[in-house]
């Protein structure tokens, strides 16, 4: 399905492309930084508004829906995102700086993904229903007939990450989750891409029109102030917020949902410096394999991944600096990279050097410069209890920079990894000549720290399935309990509901007794798609 849009420049509020607001900015070229047509205007409180009301008002039409509908509108956004062809690969390439073959990968992934929240959606798993049957006969009280299913929220205010500009951006995870289960969803663009993100809610409107669904099911606002994204956050019809970025925004947001007279969740993936630990067997083994993948690992799309590992704990010992060795020799052969943007190159910068400034920290690789966004790897070095005592030194250096914690016997390793603070992963290598005790209490440390545990392999390839859990302990994320990537993403735009003594007429479908949609259920305890008998209430 070969298709077209131009861009406009405008919100997507209701099905109509609105070219209002309180101003309007222009992209710009990262690598030269050339402005890109057209100039996209910043919503305002009007705009917000106009994009709930629609919201909500789609919201009442289709809440009752059967949920094959929400995995029809998914693959037709697959469908429509593939049409759009060369178009949408090179406006991203214009607008971030990255290479055709990371963006043709993105979009696969970012169709995978859909596909896969539109098999999660036709299946019903996500209601989960159960049903525990009246026992008029208990003693001391007879038990009520009570059932319940996961319902959708209502409207999802979701905010566009800059790294990943379709498989994290205004149709990528937190969308494709949150209308799964029938959530309408305001999107808020990123100004470091506005055109993508208008090719994407165009994909997305066409799609909605593919299948016949209300336009208000989706909404798009664009603007680079911090206006529009507070508006999407504090207006009253907002259920939840997905989010995908810096600490700093991160936490603006969440501390607004919190302050309204009516909070609600935001779940927040901020960002990681996703530890790498090499116990003594590893490092003695394969020092160089290790640093190769690891160059790799911290430099691969520019660093800009929010699993690049940032840290590396390693052992005392001639076998650590023949690894410091080989992976300061990997990273002098990485030619500069053009982060995403300006911002994000000064931003790069500030933080590299208060790194390199910090006392007793070494500087082992400076990385050499390009423009003014390109950036050769960085690469630095600080023993294990200068680390521990310097809080600075544990934050998230977004770009192509590690540092490497020196550690002395195991014993200092592990009390020094266990002074990390939340993160999305933990890696942990080790080797033959490793004892098992040391490898499960080292892996015990940094289980309590991460939401994904990787033995002998790099964080930087997120797996899209059912599985996988893409979040952790705070800062890492607002919610531990949650994931932004996998099936499991659905649970945070759903509520439970309970029914207590209501007749078939009145229960949603997934709870009525002959069981009309096929679902597994939990009865009484056990799982089952068998009928049940008339609902006596």
Not at 207 to 222: E, K, S, T
Not at 329 to 352: G, Q
Request: aromatic fraction near 6%; include cysteine; glycine fraction near 12%.
């Amino acid at each position: 399905m070969t298709w077209t849009h131009a861009l406009t420049g405008a919100h997507l509020i209701d099905g109509e492309w609105a070219a209002t607001g309180v101003g309007s900015a222009q992209p710009c070229s990262p690598e030269t930084g050339d402005a890109l047509p057209p100039a996209f205007r910043e919503a305002g409180a009007a705009e917000v508004d106009a994009a709930y009301a629609a919201a909500s008002a789609a919201f009442e039409q289709v809440r009752s829906l059967p949920h094959h509908r929400w995995a029809d509108l998914l693959e037709a956004v697959a469908e429509r995102l593939v049409g759009l062809g060369e178009a949408l690969i090179d406006r991203a390439m214009a607008e971030t700086a990255l290479t055709e073959a990371r963006l043709v990968g993105e979009r696969a992934r970012t169709v995978t993904q859909l596909r896969l929240y539109a098999s999660m959606a036709r299946a019903g798993a996500w209601l989960e229903p159960v049903i525990d049957t009246a026992d008029p006969g208990r003693k001391p009280t007879p038990r009520p007939d009570l059932r319940r299913i996961f319902r959708p929220i209502g409207p999802v205010g979701v905010f566009g990450a800059g790294n990943f500009p379709f498989a994290y951006g205004v149709c990528g995870g937190d969308t494709a989750s949150a209308l799964a289960c029938g959530n309408p969803v305001v999107a808020k663009g990123h100004p470091g891409h506005a055109g993508v993100d208008e090719y994407c809610a165009a994909a997305v409107l066409a799609a909605l029109g593919d299948v016949g669904l209300p336009a208000g099911m989706f909404g798009l606002v664009q603007g680079a102030g911090t206006a529009v994204g507070a508006a999407v956050v504090e207006h009253p019809d907002c259920e939840a917020v997905g989010f995908t970025g810096s600490l700093r925004g991160g936490r603006a947001l969440f501390d607004k949902a919190a302050a309204r007279p009516r909070p609600i969740p935001v779940f927040a993936e901020m960002g990681s410096v996703n530890p790498i630990v090499l116990l003594p067997g590893a490092v003695r083994e394969r020092p160089e394999a290790i640093a190769a993948g690891l160059c790799l690992s911290v430099t691969n799309g520019g660093g800009q991944f929010c699993t690049k590992p940032g840290l590396v704990f390693l052992p005392a010992g001639a076998e650590s600096d023949l690894f410091e060795e080989a992976l300061g020799r990997e990273m002098r052969r990485v030619a500069p990279i053009t982060l995403l943007s300006r911002s994000i190159s000064e931003s790069f910068v500030r933080r590299a050097d208060s790194i390199s400034e910090a006392s007793g920290v070494e500087v082992l690789e400076a990385g050499c410069r390009r423009g003014e966004c390109g950036h050769g790897p960085r690469l630095y070095a600080v023993a294990g209890d200068v680390w521990r005592a310097n809080p600075g030194l544990h934050e998230e250096a977004f770009g192509p920079c590690t540092l490497l914690v020196r550690c002395g016997d195991l014993e200092d390793l592990a009390a020094t990894v266990a002074c990390l603070h939340g993160q999305l992963t933990g890696s942990l290598f080790t080797g033959a000549a490793d004892l098992d005790a040391d490898v499960r209490r080292v892996a015990a440390i940094l289980e309590r720290r991460v939401g994904r545990l990787v033995l002998n392999g790099y964080p930087t390839g997120v797996e899209v399935c059912g599985a996988i859990v893409h979040g952790g302990p705070y800062p890492a994320t607002t919610a531990a309990n949650s994931t932004s990537v996998g099936t499991l993403a659905i649970r945070r735009f759903v509520r439970p509901v309970s029914y207590q003594s209501l007749p078939d007429a009145l229960l949603p479908p997934a709870l009525q007794d002959a069981n009309p949609l096929g679902l597994e259920r939990i009865v009484d305890g056990e799982a089952t798609r068998r009928a049940l008998p008339r609902n006596p209430a």
